[in-house]
């Protein structure tokens, strides 16, 4: 059992590895079910890497929205005072 385990993880990690990397992978019929979990895995990782759940609570994003709008504005010849 230990052996199947590690063999999962490392096809995980490859096909995150290959995501990370901009490969699509598509999910088929007729593929052996494990493969099918390890990409589907990878692919909610990859999905879920860098997201921030809290929305505006971090300064961070706050932050480069009003640069944007900002910048925005300015072009347009608005200015946001």
């Not at 993880?9 to 979990?37: F, N, S, T, V, W």
């Not at 895995?41 to 921030?52: H, T």
């Not at 505006?56 to 900002?70: G, K, N």
Request: hydrophobic share 35%.
């Amino acid at each position: 059992m230990k052996n199947i385990k590690l063999t999962q993880r490392q096809r995980y990690e490859h096909m995150y590895r290959m995501l990370r990397q901009g490969a699509e992978l598509e999910i088929d019929d007729d593929m052996p079910k494990c493969r099918k979990d390890a990409i589907k895995a990878a692919d909610y990782s990859y999905q879920a890497f860098a997201y921030i759940a809290h929305g505006w609570s971090t300064d961070e994003r706050l932050m480069r929205f009003h640069a944007i709008r900002y910048r925005v504005l300015t072009q347009r010849g608005e200015l946001p005072f």
